[in-house]
């Protein structure tokens, strides 16, 4: 286990606390701020969604669970908030059946989040594996490191990864609004927001909707804690994801066009050559 506190988080969704939450974060689980998170893991059919391993794409993952090691149950007591245990949360993909686990620790009315298989870095980088044609290397590797730094709690390295790709991101995004004759005067001196709402012709429209929200990225190395970047990491590597998946779809639509020039081509040649036979 990591060497220090361990960060605490506000309660959170099933979902989060499984894929997005770092390994060694606690959860109070008080009477009150854990109802909801209690009854969703109280239910006996709950579901996720999920990037698998396995089939290499998003998919469902359904519960198959027991509580506590060893323990042979297949729900959890009614009082389970309030006792000391150890929660072993089991999850099955419905297209190939890939399991992914996780384990949670219940002590003090504090569920911590002890391990899981496979690790947050695995899932998250895998899927990362289909913007190799729009990253560098450089990119690509922070981007990797970024999550792995995250899933063990490492809020500053990990958002300070990703700030760097957020603005080498913005700066590529400038480079072709000047291409477009649509420069923007005093670039560098603008806030992230402004510099978002000066490129929302280039960047995503979610993005540039959603501008404000990145208003942290302007802040100092030193002004940030392990808690503030994490609690942000989620919306920022979004972002990031975001403007990719735009480079990705502009790749396929520029393929997609030249695939077609070259068809229309052939058929062109195909037809002077008929028109040729018939004189």
Excluded at 141 to 169: K, P
């Amino acid at each position: 286990m990591a060497d220090g506190p361990t960060p605490e988080i506000p309660i959170p969704t099933v979902q989060d606390l499984c894929l997005r939450t770092p390994l060694y974060s606690t959860v109070d689980v008080s009477s009150d701020d854990c109802r909801e998170l209690l009854e969703v893991m109280k239910a006996r059919n709950f579901q996720i969604d999920a990037y698998c391993l396995t089939c290499k794409r998003d998919s469902v993952f359904k519960t198959a669970r027991s509580f506590g090691s060893g323990s042979g149950r297949t729900t959890p007591p009614q009082d389970w908030p309030f006792r000391d245990a150890a929660v072993v949360v089991e999850l099955h993909c419905v297209r190939c059946s890939r399991k992914y686990e996780y384990w949670f620790q219940l002590q003090d009315r504090k569920l911590c989040k002890a391990g899981q298989l496979p690790s947050m870095e695995d899932i998250a980088g895998a899927d990362l594996n289909r913007f190799r044609a729009v990253l560098d290397r450089a990119d690509f590797s922070e981007l990797h490191r970024a999550g792995g730094l995250a899933s063990y709690g490492i809020g500053i390295g990990s958002f300070v990864y990703l700030r760097r790709i957020f603005e080498r991101l913005i700066s590529k995004a400038k480079k072709i609004a000047d291409a477009r004759g649509e420069e923007v005067q005093d670039f560098d001196r603008l806030r992230i927001d402004q510099k978002i709402e000066a490129l929302k012709g280039v960047l995503p429209p979610a993005l540039v909707k959603n501008k404000t929200a990145y208003g942290i990225l302007s802040l100092g190395v030193h002004q940030l804690d392990e808690q503030t970047c994490l609690k942000h990491f989620p919306v920022v590597r979004a972002a990031i994801i975001q403007m990719l998946e735009q480079d990705l779809a502009e790749q396929a639509r520029a393929a997609a066009e030249e695939d077609l020039e070259r068809e229309i081509r052939k058929v062109s040649g195909d037809l002077r050559k008929a028109g040729s036979r018939e004189v």
